[in-house]
């Protein structure tokens, strides 16, 4: 069973802070990840993609990945109220289907 | 484009009914999913089809459900006879290609009550 695993949260964090994200997965061969936003109510969207070890930023957002250490983390910097919304983290993994395994996402809260 | 559309948005039905959601990708989109998702398992993959071909539907929790793309600008998923543990979101979401790494597009999804 290939799992791509997240804590639920609440991560609750102040207006301007740094919010940290993690997701960690168990296939070893995974190729692609992905983090997609989703507010209450609402679907999901895409807001980052990574492939390669280490850091890639867009805007206040940056992916950090870990093959070694099978972990992808997402930075939120200076968090906004908008910014709160569950954070599903997707991890495309080797053989099969290539079709992206979804966690079930951690919860963000930002408070003024 | 006006992205993926679904419909209903919400869909209240009594148990052992016939159910039917509807899924319009995003024109050009070889690749069409339907997910289920709940706050106790999350977001499930229930099957997809690439150019209206149903490639894996291994996600189908049992036989009482089945899904149909007779075209590529439309796809049904079917419950039949619902039960109230189908309650959930259901979303269709279409991309380019198969691994997503275009990313999903998901629509807006259906909230279904079975009650």
């Known amino acids: 069973q290939k799992e791509v695993e997240q804590n639920s949260g609440p991560l609750s964090v102040p207006e301007g802070a740094i919010a940290s994200l993690n997701c960690t997965y168990s296939d070893r061969g995974s190729q692609s990840f992905f983090w997609y936003r989703q507010y209450s109510g609402k679907s999901p969207e895409l807001i980052m993609s990574i492939y390669s070890n280490g850091d890639k930023e867009d805007g206040r957002f940056t992916a950090q990945l870990n093959k070694a250490s099978q972990y992808v983390s997402l930075l939120i910097r200076d968090s906004q109220p908008s910014d709160s919304a569950t954070y599903l983290c997707a991890v495309l993994t080797s053989g099969g289907s290539y079709i992206p395994t979804f966690g079930r996402g951690t919860s963000l809260i930002v408070h003024p | ?115």
């Open chain 2, 1 to 115: 484009d006006a992205g993926v559309i679904q419909s209903p948005r919400h869909e209240v039905t009594e148990m052992g009914q016939e159910v039917t959601l509807r899924c319009k990708p995003i024109s050009g989109h070889d690749y069409l999913f339907w997910y289920r998702q709940t706050m106790m398992r999350g977001l499930e993959l229930l099957i997809y089809f690439n150019n209206n071909v149903p490639i894996d539907d291994s996600g189908m929790p049992e036989d009482r459900f089945s899904a149909k793309m007779p075209n590529a600008s439309f796809s049904t998923l079917k419950i039949q006879p619902s039960e109230p543990r189908d309650s959930a979101v259901y979303f269709c979401a279409s991309t380019q290609d198969q691994g997503g790494l275009y990313g999903y597009t998901f629509g807006s999804g259906t909230r279904l009550t079975v009650v």
